[in-house]
C-alpha cells in the first residue's frame, strides 16, 4: 500500500498536476461560448459553464445573481446566431440554481 501511494504521489509531482486546472479565462463572453460549442458541449451547458467557471474579461461570475440578470447579460455579450431565446432563458434558470448551491 505504501509503495502504491508513494508511486502516486511521483506520477503527480511528474504531471502537470493533481487537481483540476485552473479555469480558463476569456476576453469576451461570446468567445468562451464559441470554444464550448467547439467542444461539442450542448448549448444550455456551454452557457452555464461560461457563466460559471469561466473569467470573463477579468471578471469571475459575469452572467449576475439572478435570472433576469443572466437574460440581460447574455443578450448584450452572446450573439443571437449562438443560441435561442429559449436556450438562454433555460439557462439561465440551471446557472441561478447552480449558483446557490456554491454558496
Known amino acids: ?9 511521483m ?4 504531471s502537470v498536476g493533481c487537481g483540476e486546472d485552473e479555469a480558463k479565462a476569456y476576453s469576451t463572453y ?4 464559441d470554444d464550448k460549442a467547439k467542444e461539442m458541449l450542448p448549448i444550455q451547458e ?3 459553464k461560461c457563466c ?3 473569467p470573463i474579461g ?6 449576475g445573481d439572478a435570472k433576469p440578470d443572466c437574460i440581460n447579460y447574455l443578450t448584450a455579450n452572446l450573439s443571437q446566431t449562438s443560441a435561442s431565446t429559449i ?11 447552480q ?3 456554491m454558496k
Open 87 to 97: 436556450d438562454v432563458m433555460d439557462a439561465c434558470g440551471e446557472y441561478v440554481s
Open 58 to 63: 477579468g471578471t469571475t461570475i459575469v452572467c
Open 1 to 9: 500500500m505504501k509503495l502504491a501511494v508513494a508511486l502516486f504521489s
Open 99 to 101: 449558483k446557490s448551491m
Open 52 to 54: 460559471l467557471e469561466h
Open 30 to 33: 461570446q468567445a468562451c461560448f
Open 46 to 48: 456551454s452557457i452555464v
Open 11 to 14: 506520477l503527480c509531482l511528474a
